[in-house]
Every structure is written in C-alpha cells, then in structure tokens.
C-alpha cells in the first residue's frame, strides 16, 4: 500500500479501533440514539436487511475454525442444543399460543413471538459470552448449525403456525433467509481468502468499530418509534417490555436446567444463547413489511439483550469459581 494512502487511512482507522475498544458502551449509546433521534430510524430503516447482511459477513469471516471443528468431536451435545433451539423453542411458543387462543386475541404480538422463537440465536452471542467469560466456542458451534438449519426449519414453523399472517409465503420466508446466510457465508469466505485470518485478527478493533457503524442502522430503525409508541400507551409499552424480560429470562433458565448436567458454566452459555433470538435476519427476511406492535416488541427486546448479560456476568464468573474449585478438589482427591 503507498505511504500515502496509508497515512490518509491511518486517522480513521484509530477512530474505528477506539469505537470498537467501547464495546457493550457503544451498543448502549446505539440504543440511546435510536430512542432520542425518530428520524434517524425513519432514515436508516429501509437499509435493515443490507446492515443484517453485512453483520452477518463479520461474523462468518471472524468464526475459529479450529474451535469449530474441535466441538464438532462430541455431537451429542451440539445436535441436542441445535434441536432444541431450531425446533423445541418454537414449537412451545406456537403451541402454547395456539392452545391459549393468544394468537387469535393478539396477532400483531403473537407475529412478533413467534417470529422471535424460529429465529436463529444472535451472531453476536459468542463475543457476548466470551465477554461473560462463558464457553464462546460452544456457543458458536451451536450458532453455526442452528443458522444453517434456520432457512428450513422456519419456513416449517411459519406454515404451521404464521399461515396467511406474513406478508410472504413460508417458502418465500425460507428461501430468503437461505439467500441471505448463504450469500453472506460466500462473501466472508471470499475476504477470508483474499485478506487471510491472520490479518482479520490483527485488525480485530477497527473491524468492531465497523460493526458497530453497520448495527446503528438496525438499533435505529427498530428502536425509532419507542417514545412515540411509548407517548401513545405508556401502559402498553411497558407491559410489553415485562413480557420481552420475562421471555428472555424464562429461555434462560430453561435452557440451563435442561443442559445442567453439562456443567452450568457452560449450560449457562448455552441458555444465553437460545435467550437471544436474531431478530434481525428476521426483519431482513420480511423486507420489515410488519405490523406495529410487532415492531414495538422486536425494538424493546433490545433491553433485555444488551442489559442482561451485564446483569448475569456475577453469576457467571461464581459459577466458573466453583467449576474451578470443584476441579482442583477432584484432582486432589485422586492423587
């Protein structure tokens, strides 16, 4: 690269690197600026499904895949996982909401439920349980098979139980979220090829900075009409943020009672995981042509998924004390 040119990019490239240095700070700030500046969603939200798609390329370029194959060794435990959050997690949520009769009384809500259940967990969930200090690899194994099975497995769910609610077919629903994770999935691997690992490594901090630039648009366009919807109902809204906490939460602890046998360090990450849905690729598959309230609930998730793992980083790292403990203790008594 001529000096030059390497002396113009210099000054930007240290910003992105500091913005990428901010971290869970800089995703806050995202939301802040979602909620205090409506236009800036109203702007920025016809450029959701190109902003998922390129968050969707960082993180495949970024995925280790020496850690990739190493989990994929034991099979039992990743095809488990994948099960059930592609296929026990969404049909619960239809289930009950059928049987209930919540999706008849509240179609715009029930939309936005099920919409989050057949969802592929967060691409985000590995940094976020690294941050925890929480066993990432796991979790990205397990985000990788479930994504591949997405496309398949929520055109199923969509025709049973979202039939005649979404404004495209379940097999348009599939083939898109399969255009845009395989298309995704080629771009990364072409830059990982020209560029290399190792150079994505190196430049680790301004390509957070970048991913941070790129996830504005989508905070911003889904986050952009929360003080006006809030203004126009404050009861609703804030029932709906109850229930987007209470669902979080509820995945969560679910999740790590059932996996609890692995150890619930690691079942812990796994319920973090299958807690954060990504609604994005969801939002991105459906051209955002959804009604309002499943809008207002996608926007308010955000809290839940950007607050709790600060909420639940204490517990994790008592959990990870006594893991280590009961270790030593164990390699001590066998000596």
Same mark, same amino acid.
């Given at each position: 690269?001529?000096?030059?040119?390497?002396?113009?990019?210099?000054?930007?490239?240290? &910003?992105?690197?500091?913005?990428?240095?901010?971290?869970?700070?800089?995703?806050?700030?995202?939301?802040?600026?979602?909620?205090?500046?409506?236009?800036?969603?109203?702007?920025?939200?016809?450029?959701?499904?190109?902003? !998922?798609?390129?968050?969707?390329?960082?993180?495949?370029?970024?995925?280790?895949?020496?850690?990739?194959? $190493?989990?994929?060794?034991?099979?039992?435990?990743?095809?488990?996982?994948?099960?059930?959050?592609?296929? #026990?997690?969404?049909?619960?949520?239809?289930?009950?909401?059928?049987?209930?009769?919540?999706?008849?009384?509240?179609? #715009?809500?029930?939309?936005?439920?099920?919409?989050?259940?057949?969802?592929?967990?967060?691409?985000?969930?590995?940094? !976020?349980?690294?941050?925890?200090?929480?066993?990432?690899?796991?979790?990205?194994?397990?985000?990788?098979?479930?994504?591949?099975?997405?496309?398949?497995?929520?055109?199923?769910?969509?025709?049973?139980?979202?039939?005649?609610?979404?404004?495209?077919?379940?097999?348009?629903?599939?083939?898109?979220?399969?255009?845009?994770? +395989? #298309?995704?999935?080629?771009? %990364?691997?072409?830059?990982?090829?020209?560029?290399?690992?190792? %150079?994505?490594?190196?430049?680790?901090?301004?390509?957070?900075?970048?991913?941070? !630039?790129?996830?504005?648009?989508?905070?911003?366009?889904?986050? #952009?009409?929360?003080?006006?919807?809030?203004?126009?109902?404050?009861?609703?809204?804030?029932?709906?943020?109850?229930? $987007?906490? +209470?669902?979080?939460? *509820?995945?969560?602890?679910?999740?790590?009672?059932?996996?609890?046998?692995?150890? =619930?360090?690691?079942?812990?990450?796994?319920?973090?995981?299958?807690?954060?849905?990504?609604?994005?690729?969801?939002? *991105?598959?459906?051209?955002?042509?959804?009604?309002?309230?499943? &809008?207002? =609930?996608?926007?308010?998730?955000?809290?839940? =998924? =950007?607050?709790?793992?600060?909420?639940?980083?204490? !517990?994790?790292?008592?959990?990870?004390?006594?893991?280590?403990?009961? $270790?030593? $203790?164990?390699?001590?008594?066998?000596?």
């Amino acid at each position: 690269m001529p000096l030059s040119l390497q002396r113009t990019l210099a000054a930007p490239v240290r &910003w992105l690197a500091w913005l990428g240095d901010q971290g869970t700070r800089a995703v806050a700030a995202l939301v802040l600026f979602g909620i205090a500046i409506p236009p800036l969603g109203a702007v920025l939200r016809p450029f959701v499904t190109e902003a !998922i798609f390129l968050l969707l390329v960082i993180s495949f370029m970024r995925v280790d895949l020496a850690a990739l194959r $190493a989990h994929l060794r034991r099979p039992g435990l990743i095809l488990a996982a994948t099960a059930w959050t592609t296929i #026990g997690v969404p049909l619960i949520f239809g289930l009950a909401a059928h049987l209930s009769g919540f999706d008849a009384r509240s179609p #715009g809500l029930f939309l936005a439920l099920m919409l989050q259940a057949i969802a592929s967990p967060m691409m985000a969930s590995p940094a !976020i349980a690294a941050l925890m200090g929480l066993d990432a690899t796991l979790v990205l194994v397990t985000l990788v098979t479930s994504t591949a099975l997405v496309p398949f497995t929520a055109s199923l769910f969509a025709a049973l139980f979202l039939a005649g609610t979404l404004s495209i077919s379940p097999l348009a629903l599939g083939a898109k979220l399969l255009a845009i994770l +395989a #298309g995704s999935l080629m771009v %990364a691997t072409l830059i990982r090829w020209l560029v290399g690992a190792d %150079a994505i490594q190196r430049h680790r901090r301004p390509i957070d900075g970048i991913n941070i !630039i790129i996830l504005l648009v989508f905070v911003a366009a889904v986050m #952009g009409n929360v003080i006006a919807d809030f203004l126009a109902d404050p009861l609703l809204s804030i029932a709906i943020a109850l229930l $987007a906490f +209470a669902i979080f939460f *509820a995945l969560l602890v679910v999740t790590t009672l059932l996996f609890r046998r692995i150890g =619930y360090e690691q079942a812990l990450a796994l319920g973090l995981m299958v807690s954060q849905r990504n609604i994005g690729l969801m939002l *991105a598959a459906t051209a955002g042509t959804l009604p309002g309230m499943t &809008w207002l =609930y996608f926007a308010l998730t955000q809290f839940p =998924y =950007y607050v709790a793992p600060q909420m639940l980083t204490p !517990i994790a790292r008592r959990l990870m004390t006594h893991s280590r403990a009961s $270790a030593a $203790a164990s390699a001590g008594g066998t000596r």
